[in-house]
């Protein structure tokens, strides 16, 4: 099992900036890849970005790239989501989540991601 804390959610007003954190405990080494989603009311759960043990990384949608940025600690099982150029379409509940045994390679599928965090509230007021 993985056990995943997500955090840094929080009010901002149009164009600031959030830093997300996402803390992974328990049997990380079972999870190549740390991700972030997003769900916004009304709307299905959507891919931001995800990184992977060797470093790779990717952020999805081109409304968020170029303003959304996933990091890695050195130490696997802690992740960042630097949030910048923040708008009010960006306001959603933010999800670290983590990919299952198995799973070797980069992944945007929700399927792959079997640990989920519970869940930090991003709100960007106009």
């Known amino acids: 099992q993985v056990q995943l804390v997500d955090s840094g959610g929080g009010v901002v007003h149009t164009g600031g900036s959030l830093k997300l954190s996402c803390v992974a405990s328990?049997?990380?080494?079972?999870?190549?890849?740390l991700g972030w989603f997003r769900q916004a009311p009304g709307k299905e759960r959507e891919f931001v970005a995800a990184?992977?043990?060797?470093?790779?990384?990717?952020v999805g949608e081109e409304n968020m790239k170029g303003r959304f940025l996933i990091s890695k600690d050195v130490t696997w099982g802690t992740v960042y989501l630097q949030m910048n150029s923040l708008n009010p379409e960006d306001t959603a509940v933010y999800y670290c989540?983590?990919?299952?045994?198995?799973?070797?390679?980069?992944?945007?599928?929700?399927?792959?991601?079997?640990?989920w965090g519970q869940g930090t509230q991003v709100t960007v007021s106009s």
């Open positions: 990184i992977s043990r060797s470093g790779t990384s990717m």
């Open positions: 328990g049997s990380i080494s079972d999870s190549y890849v």
């Open positions: 989540a983590a990919t299952g045994r198995g799973i070797m390679g980069m992944t945007v599928r929700l399927d792959q991601y079997k640990y």
